[in-house]
């Protein structure tokens, strides 16, 4: 495995040029530029009116190892503090450069400037040193979506095997989805390295049922239903599987950073003391992007019923037990895990093939999604409460 | 409906599930081989991922799969019975929502 030393001393496994518009209004422009600039990537927040969740998402992502150099597009008067965001990513010791398109003077002259400078960025990317890298220096995600009942017997406790060799090996882990997990209390509470981590998973929980009911809405979907799956609590302790069987070493919350190796529980649920009362987390892509601006380099998505999401920031790896599923989506499911369902193959077996991929795709191979093409990313508003950003 | 790749056509979890999971659609009136080694008719089709009852589950009672509750029947369940949202509710609703 290798990877790319970065200037604040983290270490990340892809080196990204990212064009990132602050504004929607400044999108389609920040699209030419990357339509314009091949390999560059494009993330964004549509939002005109600021949002410390959203600020504090474009900080992570634009210091994130995998990102090289960042150039912001801006309209010029959205309410987003864009001296700040360029000062804060710039804290991480890369370039950042900023274009106003209000001040450059329109789309033609935005396109031309923007193209010139990620150019630039790319050719300065290829030098930034490349050092061979450890178990020990990765932090993996860990994400579930389009669960169904295949996913707690085949997907997810494969996914859990795994983990617990990324642990032994040193690496460290991040899953998150708390009102997912809704239902697995007694188990998930016993599996926390202390007192203190003890009562962050129980406060989680709490205020995960509060939001449950106060949105009367639990985190299963029709799909969810549609492939088996009955209650949240069912859905809950399929998921929780894939967080393998070791200590919890720690909660997170939004944007918090791991300190040092270990599995880790993200929090994202918030205080749900407030007036404003929103869904945690609105897709699988709003799930993968906060796991990667706690430092995931790499996600692990688990599916049953299927999916095709990437991201524009860390690779995925998707990893499914569903037979039918695997045979229709062959080209998205990187890791076929159906023989366990079949009675062909072991969690051991398909958990082996699992920690390759994750091997390869850290030592500069491309996962599916990649190949594909697959770029998503999805920075919400998370009005109010939704989370206690750090 | 057997599956040639392994004997069982269903699975069970946990020794004190009163639910098992069908890895092969199953049909009206089939003998189920469990895991655990029991033989279940199921009494209506039951989809591939799908779940019935090992046993006769009251209304009010709580169903059980990987060794803890998951929900509560909300009508009374006959063994081979399809398990799913017309019978089974979740447990994590609080108060007067109940």
């Known amino acids: 495995m290798r990877g790319y030393k970065r200037a604040d001393g983290r270490i990340g496994i892809r080196n990204h040029v990212a064009v990132v ?7 389609f422009v920040a699209e030419c530029i990357v339509h314009e600039n091949p390999g560059s990537e494009l993330w964004g927040f549509a939002g005109c009116y600021s949002d410390p969740y959203a600020f504090r998402m474009l900080v992570e992502l634009g210091q994130h190892p995998n990102v090289a150099a960042v150039l912001l597009v801006s ?19 890369k370039r950042v450069e900023v274009i106003t398109i209000q001040e450059v003077g329109g789309t033609l002259r935005s396109l031309a400037s923007g193209t ?7 050719v300065e990317a290829e030098q930034a040193p490349q050092v061979p890298i450890t178990w020990a220096d990765l932090i993996v995600g860990i994400e579930c979506g389009g669960s169904d009942a295949t996913s707690g017997l085949s997907a997810n406790p494969t996914t859990g095997w795994a983990v617990d060799q990324l642990l032994q090996y040193g690496a460290t882990v991040i899953f998150s989805e708390i009102p ?11 599996r926390a390295r202390d007192e203190v981590v003890r009562q962050k998973i129980g406060d989680a929980l709490d205020r995960a049922r509060v939001l449950g009911n106060a949105l009367n809405h639990f985190a299963i979907s029709v799909g969810n239903q549609s492939g088996g799956l009955t209650t949240i609590e069912e859905k809950s302790l399929g ?22 190796g270990g599995l880790y529980l ?8 407030g007036n404003q009362l929103t869904h945690y987390e609105i897709n699988d892509n709003d799930g993968l992007v906060s796991l990667i601006a706690s430092g995931a380099h790499l996600l692990v998505f688990t599916t049953g019923r299927g999916s095709v999401v990437g991201s524009a920031i860390a690779p995925v790896i998707k990893i499914c037990g569903n037979p039918e599923t695997c045979r229709r989506m062959v080209d998205d499911i990187d890791v076929d895990a159906h023989g366990i369902i079949e009675g062909t193959a072991t969690i051991e077996q398909v958990g082996n093939v699992l920690l390759e991929n994750i091997q390869r795709l850290a030592g500069g191979h491309l996962s599916k999604s990649e190949r594909l093409g697959h770029k998503e990313y999805c920075i919400p508003y998370k009005p109010g409460r939704a989370c206690d950003v750090s | 409906m057997t599956s040639a790749l392994r004997p069982w056509q269903a699975i069970v979890l946990h020794e004190s599930d009163t639910v098992a999971t069908a890895l092969v659609e199953l049909h009206h009136q089939d003998s189920a081989l469990v895991s655990n080694g029991d033989l279940v008719e199921v009494v209506q089709d039951i989809p591939f991922g799908y779940k019935f009852a090992l046993c006769a589950i009251a209304r009010g009672d709580t169903v059980i799969k990987y060794g803890v509750p998951i929900g509560f029947a909300t009508q009374a369940i006959r063994p081979g019975e399809l398990v799913h949202t017309h019978n089974l509710e979740s447990l994590q609703v609080i108060g007067d929502q109940k």
Do not use: F, N, W
């Open chain 1, 21 to 27: 518009y602050t504004v929607e209004c400044a999108r």
């Open chain 1, 75 to 93: 309209l010029g008067c959205e309410s987003t503090d864009l001296v700040r965001l360029a000062e804060s990513i710039r804290d991480a010791g």
């Open chain 1, 116 to 122: 010139d400078i990620v150019r630039s960025m790319q």
């Open chain 1, 180 to 190: 997912e997990l809704l239902g697995t209390d007694p188990y998930l509470l016993a």
């Open chain 1, 239 to 260: 998921a929780l599987a894939k967080a393998g069987t070791q200590s919890i070493d720690g909660v997170l919350k939004t944007a918090e950073r791991p300190t040092r």
């Open chain 1, 266 to 273: 993200l929090d994202k649920v918030g205080d749900v003391g």
